[in-house]
């Protein structure tokens, strides 16, 4: 199968243009999936003027439907796949049914061939993760710490007499992950040819209950049972009194960089085979990470530990041209270390507005103190929408966010929310404006994607096409125009 972009760094970067964008996880589109529906939404960003659509990772979510904690960092979602798209893939013999076509019948000689060129491409993660799915689900989806001896600690006659038991059901797994490809490669064709980029996004850290740290114990802290030493968070913050205990094992950096990075180097390989630009998100933890023994329940108790993180860009701006296509999400504790890594390799950062307006003049998400090179945004997916923010503030810390916007880009002190926010966000200097879909469609809290520190209720939200209404779009566009970002 051809990579879905074959000189990535060609591209123009996300701070090159003024642009306008949307973020809208594919989870929260009407049918949840790569199917015709996307074509309908990025008809409506045509006509906006939108042309940036951010979505959250796109991997294999695990009980929680976090797309933050996957079962693999390479894979694609299985609930992504479209019936509807498969049914009419001219890869497939006409009269072949739509069973028939999941289990891998009735390919056309070209299909047959990329399907082969997908198998030896992607093997270096698609083996392991398909034998992880498959043992997985002969456990009975127990984790892999408590899988038998032989399956757990990848015991070589182990693994093949199991490979051998399941040939298809491997088959199956592998197959569907070509199926994914092939349908997501049509979104991103389909997105360019209206002039819309994919923006996208990789978790810094990984699942423990994955099949990269089943298959990569080394290059983590774990102890002889596989069970991690210390595990990744960050400390108190916005969002949290006690941090958040994020539970991923964190890596073994020394191993990593003694092999030259090529766990990560090949993870980046994916991701931007897959993206127009990746979102890292906590970029700081490249700085340094929140380190918390495992035997704490919160993460009061962890410390800051150096990460090699230069030496890991630096890999992998040489595997990208010398010009990474990469968004840091650089939120939370920023240290001096974290910035100058950021500009070290002229990475593009974050700014959150909601953040703006409770601290003093100093503070880097007010709008008098963006800068170019970065991507602002009223909210993001951990954040309440941008209405049920404001509806959770008291009259004097409205009249405050009022007067800020008012003083600093003029936006009138009565032009309701959330429109007042976006049109600050729009107005602002960093060339990258992203808002969240929930805001465009002026959604109060019903509208929240992700509740940090809560483990139910997430992830659920989604839109209609009905919502799309040609009103809406041209609301946006007149905005886009009066704000210089029509590309």
């Known amino acids: 199968m051809a990579v879905l972009t074959a000189d990535l760094c060609a591209l123009e970067l996300p701070c090159v243009k003024r642009r306008a964008g949307v973020l809208a996880s594919v989870f929260s589109l009407p049918t949840a999936d790569f199917g015709f529906a996307l074509d309908a939404f990025f008809d409506f960003m045509q006509k906006s003027g939108l042309t940036v659509w951010q979505v959250l990772p796109l991997g294999p979510p695990l ?9 693999s960092s390479f ?21 072949s049914s739509l069973t028939d076509r999941k289990q891998g019948r009735g390919l056309t000689i070209e299909l047959q061939h990329e399907w082969s060129l997908f198998q030896v491409n992607e093997a270096h993660w698609l083996d392991d993760y398909a034998l992880f799915m498959a043992i997985k689900s002969s456990e009975h989806g127990v984790q892999w710490v408590e899988w038998q001896p032989g399956l757990r600690d990848r015991q070589p006659l182990a693994l093949a007499h199991f490979a051998d038991l399941h040939a298809d059901l491997l088959f199956s ?42 298959a990569n114990r080394s290059l983590f802290q774990l102890d002889e049972c596989g ?4 595990v990744a968070g960050v400390p108190p913050d916005y969002f949290s009194m006690t941090g ?34 990746v979102r890292i998100d906590h970029f700081r933890g490249l700085a340094a990470y929140w380190s918390i023994p495992a035997t704490c329940h919160t993460a009061i108790d962890g410390q800051w530990i ?19 296509p990469v968004i840091a999400e650089d939120l939370g504790v920023i240290t001096d270390d974290v910035v100058a890594l950021r500009k070290a390799f002229s990475l593009p950062g974050m700014l959150i507005l909601q953040f703006a307006f409770d601290s003093d003049e100093l503070n880097p998400y007010l709008p008098a ?28 810390a409205k009249l405050h966010v009022r007067a800020l916007l008012n003083e600093q880009l003029s936006i009138p002190m009565d032009e309701p929310m959330p429109m007042a926010l976006i049109h600050a966000a729009m107005a602002s ?46 609301t946006i566009r007149q905005l886009i125009e009066k704000t210089h970002r029509l590309v």
Not at 75 to 80: G, K, S
Not at 384 to 395: A, K
Request: hydrophobic fraction near 45%.
């Open 63 to 71: 009980m929680d439907g976090s797309p933050y904690q996957c079962s």
């Open 75 to 95: 894979a694609l979602n299985p609930a992504f796949l479209s019936d509807e798209v498969l049914r009419v893939d001219a890869g497939f013999a006409a009269q």
């Open 173 to 214: 797994i592998k197959f569907e992950q070509f199926l994914l490809q092939r349908q997501w490669q049509r979104v991103v064709g389909s997105a360019r040819r209206r002039g819309i980029l994919v923006y996208g996004d990789l978790p810094i850290f990984v699942a423990g209950d994955s099949a990269d740290i089943w």
């Open 227 to 230: 069970l991690p030493i210390a």
């Open 244 to 277: 958040q205990r994020w539970g991923n094992p964190l890596f073994n950096w020394d191993k990593m960089q003694s092999d030259g990075f090529i766990w990560w180097r090949a993870r980046f390989k994916r991701h931007v085979a897959l993206f127009d630009w």
């Open 306 to 324: 150096n990460a090699p993180g230069y030496a890991l860009l630096e890999v992998l701006a040489q595997d990208c041209g010398n010009t990474l």
């Open 369 to 396: 103190n963006h800068e170019p090179d970065s991507v602002v945004y009223t909210g993001t997916h951990d954040n309440d929408t941008t209405l049920g923010w404001w509806l959770g503030l008291d009259e004097p």
């Open 429 to 474: 200097v960093a060339q990258l404006a992203v808002i969240p879909m929930a805001d465009w469609l002026n959604c109060d809290s019903r509208g929240r994607i992700n509740t940090p520190g809560t483990l139910s209720g997430n992830w659920l939200w989604r839109f209609s096409l009905d919502a799309l209404s040609d009103e809406l779009a041209l």
